[in-house]
């Protein structure tokens, strides 16, 4: 498996000179070709094989041809100058990072899953705490190239000839076709990020905070974690050239923890961009990653959301998820990630708390940048929202129908005018799913890039899970 390494990314404008850009286009259009030509000799609809998927979603096992993408993970160019990324679409996170920081710059928005690849955040949609300033991961990419079902490649940006596609693509989830080569935003970093961890009793006051800190020049990275009621905790960073300290959290002591006991931190900014990862948010303390002996004994290169996502597949298909059920609990997976208006935030909460239940919850600001917008994750250009991750079961001994609180959760985010992304499951209705998802807009790039329909329609994949 090919790594990007520092030292191997050529950095633009000494690469035009020095022709190590054109090894890298040269090995990228090698690669190119091999893939259109088992796009063309695919005997059956084509299916992404990746290697690590961060969809929660399992999904009906029909006849495919898998398409084997894996190759697609060097980082082509970092141009410091123009401030760009020239990347694989199937590239880590991880590796992305470590390729780019070393030029002293990093993507714009980096999810905080490592594993997530740059054209599955394209393709989806990704989010982190950089996105109140420069939008969803979509917005930071400048153009990309589209590889269709039957092997056509496009060049999709802002303007030109596949403009609608570039505006469509986000939210699509491979359903028009796989992005294989993306042009991103990069942003300059310091060495260190100082977080500032302050605290909230009362939500009215933590989210006029929120909204307080989004328009504060000087932050560079702003979110917020619930971990109660009357426990709220909003968390600023801001890159800095020097740190008196800085924390570790990649091994034994864990991140969301320190949130509640520090007020003032500092970490490496490689470290601030991972510090999700290493617990999969708060999620690894499901499987008992927050023992000392067992953290231990996993190690620190194993502690990272890559692990956690083998284990819980694993755990899903084995009869062990079974037995709450054998203790008379009824289980519902609830693993979602919702955006709902700043100003419906407080009521949002509130009636989670009342109706859902799941702690802690992860709060994170986003707003659309673009005029245009995107129709398959439509909010109004400028408008600050305030996106809800939460990633539990929730187990209850009362009965309930089928996937009852999810249900409940799409039909509060619709009716406070917000948008839910659809990396996990959903169970809208198909005429409710097109009111919140631009089915005019989708119908007509399906028409023009996917004409005999061998890619799944976006609601046949990501509700009905074909
Ligand atoms: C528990 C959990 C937490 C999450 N947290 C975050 C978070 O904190 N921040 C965040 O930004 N996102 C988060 N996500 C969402 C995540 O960004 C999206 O699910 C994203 O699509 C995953 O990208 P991936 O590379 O892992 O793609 P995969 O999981 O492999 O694929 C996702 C979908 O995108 C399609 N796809 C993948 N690559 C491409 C491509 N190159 N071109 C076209 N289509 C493609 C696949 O066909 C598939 O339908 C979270 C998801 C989960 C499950």
């Known amino acids: 498996m090919a790594t990007a390494r520092a030292r191997d990314i050529p950095d633009r404008p000494g690469a035009a000179s020095g022709g190590t850009l054109d090894a890298a286009r040269a090995a990228h259009a090698q690669r190119r070709a091999q893939l ?18 961060n969809l929660f979603r399992e999904r009906e096992r029909v006849p495919a041809a898998r398409i084997d993408t894996s190759a697609f993970r060097h980082v082509l160019a970092v141009d410091r100058e123009a401030g760009t990324v020239e990347v694989e679409g199937m590239c880590p996170y991880g590796d992305l990072v470590d390729a780019t920081l070393p030029h002293g710059v990093m993507p714009a928005v980096v999810p905080e899953l490592m594993g997530i690849t740059i054209g599955g955040a394209l393709a989806g949609v990704g989010i982190e705490s950089s996105s109140f300033r420069h939008g969803l991961v979509h917005e930071t990419v400048l153009e990309f190239d589209m590889i269709t079902a039957s092997g056509e490649i496009v060049t999709a940006r802002p303007e030109g000839e596949h403009a609608e596609l570039y505006f469509g693509f986000p939210n699509s989830y491979g359903t028009l076709g796989y992005a294989i080569r993306i042009l991103a935003k990069t942003i300059p970093v310091k060495p260190y990020v100082r977080l500032e961890h302050r605290k909230f ?39 800095v050239d020097q740190a008196p300290y800085t ?26 961009i991972r510090r999700w990862d290493t617990d999969w948010f708060w999620c690894s303390k499901n499987l008992g990653m927050e023992i000392p002996l067992v953290r231990r004994v996993i190690g620190r290169e194993r502690l990272n ?14 009869r062990l998820g079974k037995v709450y059920d054998l203790l008379g609990y009824r289980s519902e997976s609830v693993i979602q990630d919702v955006g709902v208006p700043i100003e419906r935030a407080p009521e949002f909460l509130a009636w989670f708390h009342e109706t859902i239940g799941i702690l802690p919850v992860w709060n994170c600001p986003f707003r659309a940048i ?58 809208y209705p198909e005429d409710e799913f097109w009111r919140h998802y631009d089915r005019r807009v989708y119908d007509g790039l399906k028409r023009r890039y996917d004409p005999e329909g061998r890619l799944r329609g976006l609601y046949e994949k990501c509700v009905l899970r074909r």
């Open 36 to 53: 259109v030509e088992q796009l063309r000799t695919a005997t059956a609809p084509p299916r992404l094989d990746k290697e690590i998927s």
């Open 370 to 427: 673009h005029p245009h917008g995107f129709p398959l994750f439509s909010t109004p250009p400028g408008a600050l929202f305030v996106n809800f991750g939460f990633w539990q079961p929730v187990r209850r001994r009362e009965a309930k129908p089928d996937h009852w609180y999810n249900r409940q959760i799409e039909k509060k985010v619709a009716e406070l005018g917000g948008v839910k992304s659809l990396y996990s499951d959903s169970f």
């Open 247 to 272: 924390s570790d959290y990649t091994f034994e002591k864990i991140y969301y923890k320190s949130i509640l006991e520090r007020e003032e931190d500092y970490l490496t900014v490689r470290d601030y």
């Open 305 to 318: 959301s890559l692990t956690y996502t083998r284990i819980m597949r694993w755990f899903n298909r084995s």
């Open 201 to 239: 009793r009362d939500a009215p006051a933590y989210y006029e905070a929120l909204a307080e800190a989004c328009e504060d020049p000087s932050a560079d990275f702003v979110e917020g974690e619930i971990f109660a009621r009357d426990q709220m905790v909003l968390s600023v960073g801001r890159f």
